[in-house]
């Protein structure tokens, strides 16, 4: 079972840029688990941000991140990252990790799909 910590999240102004970590505990077999990044802001449903297939070599993409959030993984190092651009005062959110080792080569972009959780971490964007 996967342990999954984020960090990285902070206080910005509008039009900077943030980068989040993810550190997987389950370290001989990260590359196994399809990974994403989703959020959630205060009474709203927690929502997709992006998604990474086990090799990294497909991504997926929230209408509302594309062009300025990029999602990666390194599997040698049990890491996840999403890097933030562009950052917008409706990106203020509390954002998580998320994992599973479901049978696909591709993305899972629902939260239904994914069964292991980080604690998440607060990202506040300022006007």
């Known amino acids: 079972q996967v342990q999954l910590v984020e960090s990285g999240g902070g206080l910005v102004q509008a039009g900077g840029s943030l980068r989040l970590s993810c550190a997987a505990s389950d370290a001989p077999t990260f590359s196994t688990y399809v990974m994403g990044w989703f959020r959630q802001a205060p009474g709203k449903e927690r929502e997709f941000v992006a998604g990474?297939?086990?090799?990294?070599?497909?991504?997926a993409y929230a209408d509302s991140v594309k062009g300025r959030f990029t999602i990666s993984r390194d599997n040698a190092k049990n890491t996840l990252l999403l890097q933030m651009n562009s950052l917008k005062p409706e990106d203020t959110a509390v954002y998580y990790c998320?994992?599973?080792?479901?049978?696909?080569?591709?993305?899972?972009?629902?939260?239904?799909?994914?069964?292991?959780w980080g604690q998440g971490t607060q990202v506040t964007v300022s006007s």
């Open positions: 998320a994992a599973d080792r479901a049978p696909t080569i591709g993305v899972l972009t629902t939260k239904f799909g994914y069964d292991y």
């Open positions: 990474i297939s086990r090799n990294g070599g497909r991504t």
